[in-house]
């Protein structure tokens, strides 16, 4: 079955470090994946990609996500945390195939002064 | 920018009540989505739709039903509400056939309270 995995349910980070929220897959075919982002009591916004290409992808708001293969992972990263960027992200994938866009659990983000 | 609306950002129902959602984009997308969010649960597909009166169950369709009579518009309808259906439910919309690789937009959510 296909799946995308959160492994951590929050991530703790200190303004103006760096921040990994991480997310591993498991689909069939080439891998389709995204990041989004929920603020509270809002809706999910679109952050990111990897369709093809460069494994390295930037996104919205000074974000980035890596995709490894060997590692099915497609963790998301940022240099330098702000407070504004606490929030819900969520993975979700895709085998290219059959199926609908699977999504993670998602994982809080909380970014400290 | 694409838009999706939907009717209400907090609803409050009592058990057995019919309700209604309302979900509206703005982009001609061809793909409307119905899903709930839990925490711990992440985001569930309830159904989706690809055309115009055209539905398909997602993943936990049970003692939901969907609307589709217009390309803008897709319902989602809890013949009997039950408290368990208390959630928030987010609406989104994509473009076919490409829509997985584009992705999908979502509207700000409705947060459903059953008593």
């Known amino acids: 079955a296909q799946s995308v995995a959160q492994p951590e349910d929050q991530v703790n980070v200190a303004e103006g470090n760096p921040l990994t929220v991480k997310c591993t897959y498991s689909v069939s075919g080439n891998p389709y994946l995204f990041w989004y982002v929920q603020y509270p009591n809002r809706g999910l916004q679109f952050l990111l990609k990897?369709?093809?290409?460069?494994?390295l992808v930037k996104g919205s708001y000074g974000f980035e996500a890596e995709f490894n293969k060997s590692q099915t992972s497609f963790h998301l990263k940022k240099p330098s945390a702000l407070v504004s960027d606490s929030a819900l992200y969520f993975c979700a994938g895709w085998g290219g195939s059959q199926g609908n866009l699977i999504f993670g659990k998602g994982t809080k983000l909380s970014v400290k002064p | 920018d694409v838009k999706v609306t939907q009717s209400s950002r907090y609803l409050v129902k009592r058990t057995g009540e019919k309700v209604f959602l309302e979900c509206v984009q703005d982009m001609d997308h061809e793909n409307m989505f119905w899903y709930r969010q839990d925490p711990g649960l992440g985001l569930r597909l309830i159904y989706f739709s690809y055309d115009v009166k055209m539905k398909e169950k997602g993943d936990i369709p049970e003692g939901y039903s969907v609307s589709r009579e217009k390309k803008e518009r897709f319902s989602l309808i809890l013949e009997s509400a039950s408290t368990n259906q208390t959630s928030m439910y987010l609406c989104?919309?994509?473009?076919?056939?490409?829509?997985?690789?584009?992705?999908?937009?979502f509207g700000p959510g409705t947060r459903l309270t059953v008593t």
């Open positions: 990897y369709i093809t290409g460069d494994n």
């Open positions: 989104a919309s994509s473009q076919t056939p490409r829509y997985r690789i584009r992705g999908q937009y």
